[in-house]
């Protein structure tokens, strides 16, 4: 693994990486915390760490690897089942703000603990009451647009957000590209998405040509205040080199950034098929030139291994992470001259 030596990354807003894609793959032991923390520190490529808490972890040591590595952890989270997960989505929170962070990542499931499908109005009672405490810490909450979670069903975003206005509250959204275009073409997960493909194949609503692409309008409203960066292919169907904890094969929610050496993956790699995914990514960093009062300010690269990403691929994760924040870096000084493409 080659740690590139990057620019300063002046007005750029603040590149991190998850922690769980410190890693070379899946197949070989994962590293631990302190050596994630030399890797990221010696590659000097990303402004803060993104981490999800663990109830099993003590995060006592955590304190500790920050300042021996002067690399904070920018963005705390996890994902969270509304009914079971209240006393640890708090715990979550206030462990957040202690650590320096000022954003919470909430992945929120669809399912209710009993089993029932979330309604709206729980989605709000489970928010308002993370927003409360995020309050309290400093560590406010975001809430994830992403498979298996309640806005899976892409248009209950505007429901809710409707809902909270009511009740005075913003709706604060993570946009992650890569939960929405890789089902572009795979009537199988439009499906999930209660999206109708038509002769498109769902380009009309997730990509960023799209008419009535999602993603643009949710930028528009100002509900986008964390993004990630992982790239993917569209139409790729589900991963075949790996299955889920319920036997169910993984998704194909990542696509290497760069081409993997020879063997360790499936099939021909084609940097064309990451078109889609990089316009949607120019277009955020257009918007977030353009309108810095209403844009996030950080983006977290986000490849990682597990079953619906890069699970099963002997291919470099670290390499894509490392390549995905050069060429963030690279784009944002090229629209130095002007703003490219907005959201409608």
Not at 224 to 244: F, Y
């Amino acid at each position: 693994m080659t740690f590139p030596t990057l620019p300063p990354p002046g007005d750029l807003p603040a590149i991190g990486i998850n922690i769980d894609g410190v890693l070379e793959h899946d197949g070989l032991p994962t590293p631990d915390a302190a050596t994630r923390f030399a890797w990221i520190r010696a590659c000097g490529a990303f402004d803060y760490i993104e981490k999800n808490i663990d109830p099993s972890e003590d995060f006592a040591p955590w304190f500790d690897l920050v300042e021996r590595h002067g690399v904070p952890i920018g963005v705390f989270g996890g994902i969270f089942r509304a009914g079971a997960d209240e006393a640890l989505m708090r715990q979550g929170l206030a462990t957040g703000g202690r650590l320096g962070a000022r954003l919470f990542n909430i992945q929120l499931h669809d399912r209710h603990a009993d089993g029932h499908r979330l309604s709206d109005e729980e989605v709000v009672r489970f928010y308002a009451d993370a927003f409360e405490h995020g309050q309290r810490s400093g560590c406010l909450p975001s809430l994830e647009v992403h498979v298996d979670m309640w806005n899976e069903r892409f248009h209950r975003v505007e429901a809710v957000a409707e809902r909270l206005a009511r009740q005075g509250l913003p709706l604060r959204l993570t946009l992650d590209h890569s939960h929405l275009i890789f089902k572009i073409d795979d009537p199988a997960e439009l499906a999930l998405s209660e999206i109708d493909g038509g002769r498109d194949g769902g380009r009309t609503w997730l990509a960023p040509d799209g008419a009535q692409c999602l993603w643009r309008r949710w930028l528009a409203e100002g509900w986008v205040v964390h993004a990630h960066a992982r790239s993917v292919a569209t139409g790729r169907g589900p991963n075949p080199l790996t299955r889920r904890r319920d036997g169910r094969p993984g998704r194909s929610i990542q696509y290497p950034f760069v081409r993997p050496e020879a063997g360790t993956f499936p099939g021909v790699w084609q940097e064309e098929r990451l078109a889609v995914w990089k316009q949607a990514v120019l277009d955020l960093l257009a918007w977030m030139r353009a309108h810095p009062e209403r844009a996030p300010r950080q983006i977290s690269c986000e490849f990682i291994p597990f079953p619906d990403y890069g699970g099963g691929l002997r291919c470099s994760i670290m390499d894509s992470n490392l390549a995905c924040a050069d060429w963030l870096r690279a784009q944002w000084a090229a629209t130095a001259g002007g703003a490219g493409p907005q959201p409608a």
